[in-house]
């Protein structure tokens, strides 16, 4: 199976064939395989190779396929249903030794470009709106992505109806706190004109005991 997936020709022609949305499943059920191999990084394979460390070693469990027996319409539809399904892809990728599956990885990788995926731009937006989780089999994904997205919306609004009911609480004060500022400036001003009332007393009472000295 190793060399059917090594295979240029063959791939090259079943991923050219892939329709947009289904080029973009591939691209995703490869990126999820190859990320649950948890293989080295390209940068640290080549600081080993600079130090000679080779690559610990399993044999492949793979069996070779002989191209030249199969039909290539029954090629094609055998590798075209193999790349839409996430779980075939990593079993088969589980079967090959580990420096098989690093070649692979580059293999691959270099025949991205023949994936006829749709825009980036569009990509993104059905990624914000949860729908490209529901287009690659994520329904799972989708729904916990979508009840996050409300559960979010719903503490905003909750957010804004506590700003309003604070607002309106300190405009229901303010006649309260008004009536109160008017009662103390009453008193003050009562005060105020008892204390001149009171000089005024005095003041008087002074004048009337000096003339009556005089």
């Known amino acids: 199976m190793y060399n059917l997936l090594m295979d240029k020709a063959s791939l090259s022609q079943v991923f050219l064939a892939f329709a947009p949305m289904e080029a973009l499943k591939v691209k995703h059920n490869i990126d999820y395989a190859l990320e649950a191999l948890s293989l080295p990084s390209a940068e640290l394979l080549a600081e080993m190779q600079v130090l000679g460390i080779d690559l610990p070693d399993k044999p492949s469990a793979s069996k070779k396929v002989d191209l030249t027996t199969i039909n290539s319409t029954v090629l094609s539809s055998h590798l075209t249903e193999l790349f839409l399904d ?11 030794s580990l420096s098989e599956q690093v070649e692979l990885r580059a293999f691959l990788q270099s025949l991205m470009p023949m994936l006829h ?5 569009l990509v993104e937006k059905m990624q914000r709106e949860g729908v490209l989780d529901v287009l690659m089999g ?7 992505v ?16 506590d700003e309003v009911k604070e607002r309106l609480a300190k405009l229901s004060n303010k006649p309260q706190q008004c009536a109160d500022e008017l009662k103390i400036a009453r008193v003050k001003a009562n005060l105020n004109k008892a204390s ?3 000089n005024a007393t005095i003041i008087a009472d002074a ?3 000096i003339v009556q000295l005089g």
Do not use: G, W
């Not at 996430?86 to 090959?96: G, V």
């Not at 995926?117 to 731009?121: T, W």
């Open 138 to 144: 994520e329904s799972d994904k989708a729904k916990a």
């Open 146 to 161: 979508k009840d996050k997205i409300a559960a979010l919306s719903q503490n905003k609004r909750d957010h804004k109806v």
């Open 207 to 209: 004048k009337q005991k």
């Open 86 to 96: 996430k779980h075939k892809l990593l079993k088969t990728f589980s079967d090959f």
């Open 196 to 198: 001149v009332t009171d």
């Open 117 to 121: 995926l749709p825009p980036q731009a």
